[in-house]
């Protein structure tokens, strides 16, 4: 019953006009959720993480448990990242970065990279970047002694960014703004990306926010956020509120949709809390809860999908592992 669920989930293709401008469907602007999850490890929710492949570029949004590995099951040359760009500091959004930095770096099938790691993200990142260098210092002295690797290209290359446009190169245009996390989850940013009139924005971690509907209206692609929790819950201790407080539920979530009427709707960093008693609410309640307030296209997200955004369709699939012969 639950594989039929996500079969029709998934199938769920997205067409606008298809018989239109075939010409004008280019590949050229693609995201894949590299890591759908928050923190609890689990197997089937990897850390957030969000690639956006774009006119030949390639940013990832955030860094989360087992993004480096995630994009490597998709053969994605991750030492070559355009940009590794941040939403906020949260642990779940950056516990991946060592891994892909140093990695990435290393000899090997990935895209090795010979410069400095590229990484932007809200005020903070420097000082993270600063301390994680020295964490690592002992790794990287060896090798560059050991193995005669490149200290330049060890080395992290980061620009802290605010509100505005933080990127606008060769037609891509890449604007941050604000969100709302929470009174003290200060700060946090999402990120609009506009390319040949068509965009993508991702929300990061955010409540409702007038702001991103701002920044979204009309968007071809809005890969947002997600949180939800059993009343049962709710109601056992005042933390689960509390932490509830902090992402938008899927009611709100609809708002959101109707209001920006992005051709296609993706939920990602889905928050299902649980205690281990309680169980979390299901993709399917998540689903029919947003239904309440928003009909329009919509998608569950799951690791590795992959959403292409052409001039004719917005199209999510799942990612199919190979089989190995
Ligand atoms: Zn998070
Ligand atoms: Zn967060």
Redesign the pocket.
């Given at each position: 019953m639950k594989s039929l669920f996500w079969a029709l989930v998934l199938t769920l293709l997205v067409s606008v006009n298809p018989l239109a401008a075939k010409a004008e469907d280019k590949p050229d602007f693609e995201v894949i959720l590299v890591g759908t999850g928050?923190p609890p490890p689990l197997m089937h929710r990897f850390g957030p993480a969000t690639l956006v492949r774009v006119a030949g570029k390639t940013f990832l949004i955030d860094a989360g448990r087992g993004a480096t590995q995630m994009m490597w099951r998709k053969k994605i040359p991750f030492g070559k990242l355009t940009s590794l760009i941040l939403?906020?500091l949260?642990s779940?959004?950056v516990v991946g970065i060592p891994d892909l930095w140093l990695t990435g770096w290393l000899r090997g099938p990935y895209g090795r990279r010979d410069t400095p790691f590229p990484i932007m993200g809200p005020k903070g990142t420097a000082d993270m970047m600063g301390f994680m260098q020295k964490a690592y210092a002992w790794d990287v002295n060896t090798r560059v002694e050991d193995q005669k690797m490149s200290r330049e290209a060890a080395g992290v290359a980061v620009k802290e960014i605010a509100a505005g446009v933080i990127y606008d190169e060769d037609g891509v245009k890449i604007t941050a703004f604000d969100t709302d996390?929470g009174e003290l989850?200060k700060p946090?940013l999402g990120y609009r990306f506009d390319y040949d009139g068509r965009s993508v924005v991702i929300s990061?971690?955010t409540k409702y926010s007038e702001n991103l509907i701002a920044h979204a209206k009309d968007v071809d692609l809005l890969v947002h956020s997600i949180g939800a929790a059993k009343k049962e819950l709710l109601e056992a201790a005042p933390i689960w509120k509390l932490i509830l407080a902090?992402h938008i539920e899927p009611e709100d979530a609809g708002r959101v949709f109707a209001a920006t009427k992005p051709r296609l709707a993706v939920y990602t960093?889905v928050v299902a809390l649980t205690n281990g008693k309680i169980k979390p609410v299901s993709a399917k309640t998540i689903l029919e809860r947003t239904r309440t307030t928003y009909k329009g296209p919509l998608v569950m997200g799951q690791d590795l999908m992959s959403i292409t955004i052409t001039k004719a369709t917005v199209k999510a699939e799942p990612f199919v592992a190979k089989k190995k012969k």
């Open positions: 928050t939403t906020h949260h779940d959004h996390h989850i946090t990061g971690d902090h960093h």
